[in-house]
C-alpha cells in the first residue's frame, strides 16, 4: 500500500500549484479593475502597491513552490519507470526561466505610474516580453521532448505534451500569453493526475 502512495504528496502539490496560479490571476484582475477604475479608463499599466505586489507576490511563490516540487518528483517518475533522462537538465532550466517572468511583472507594477519610473517601466515591459518568448521556446522543447518517453503515463503524456505546447506557444505569441498561464495551470492538474497513478503498471511502448 504504501509504494502506490509515493507520488500522492507531488499530485496535490501539483494541483495547490494550479489553485495558486489562478488565485494569483485573480487577485491580479480586482487589483488592475480598481486601479483602472480609480483612473477613469486610462490605459497606461496600472501601479500596485507594496503590499498589493507582496500579496500576489506570496500567492504567487507558494504557487511556484509546490510546482516546482511536483517537477522534481515528475522528473523523478520518468526516471524510475521510464528510465527517461531526457528532461533531466531541461527541467530546472524551465524552473529557471519560468521564475524570472513574475519577477520582471512585479518590478513593473511597482514602477508603473511613478514620476521617474518611466525609463524602468519601459525596460520592464521589454525585459517581460523577452522572457515570454524565452519560455515560450523553452516550453515547446520541453513539450516535445515529453512526446519522447517511452510510454503513455496511464494515459496522460500527450494531453500534457500538447497543452503545455499550447501554453508555450502563447508565450511565444506574447499576447495570448495570459491564456499560457491558464493552460499551464490545466497543465499541473494533469499532472497531479498522473502522480495519483504513477504507480500503475503500463506496457512501454515500442519507439
Known amino acids: ?41 486610462s490605459f497606461t499599466p496600472p501601479r500596485w502597491s ?17 510546482g516546482i516540487y511536483a517537477l522534481i518528483r515528475f522528473r523523478d517518475l520518468l526516471r524510475e519507470r521510464y528510465a527517461f533522462h531526457a528532461l533531466d537538465h531541461l527541467i530546472w532550466i524551465v524552473i529557471g526561466a519560468g521564475l524570472l517572468m513574475p519577477l520582471a511583472s512585479y518590478a513593473q507594477r511597482l514602477l508603473a505610474g511613478s514620476e521617474d519610473g518611466v525609463a524602468g517601466l519601459l525596460s520592464g515591459v521589454a525585459s517581460t516580453l523577452v522572457l515570454a518568448v524565452l519560455n515560450g521556446v523553452i516550453g515547446i522543447v520541453f513539450a516535445t521532448r515529453l512526446l519522447r518517453v517511452n510510454g503513455n503515463l496511464n494515459g496522460y ?31 499541473s492538474i ?18
Open 157 to 187: 503524456k500527450k494531453p500534457l505534451a500538447y497543452i503545455y505546447l499550447a501554453g508555450s506557444i502563447c508565450f511565444l505569441l506574447v499576447l495570448p500569453s495570459l491564456i499560457g498561464v491558464v493552460l499551464l495551470a490545466a497543465w
Open 190 to 207: 494533469l499532472l497531479g493526475l498522473v502522480f495519483f497513478r504513477g504507480e500503475e503498471l503500463e506496457e512501454l511502448e515500442v519507439v
Open 50 to 66: 507594496p503590499d498589493q505586489v507582496a500579496l500576489v507576490a506570496g500567492v504567487d511563490a507558494l504557487g511556484w513552490a509546490l
Open 1 to 41: 500500500m504504501a509504494n502506490e502512495n509515493r507520488y500522492a504528496l507531488a499530485g496535490w502539490a501539483a494541483m495547490l500549484s494550479a489553485a495558486g496560479t489562478l488565485a494569483m490571476l485573480g487577485l491580479s484582475f480586482v487589483f488592475d479593475f480598481a486601479q483602472i477604475a480609480a483612473r477613469k479608463g
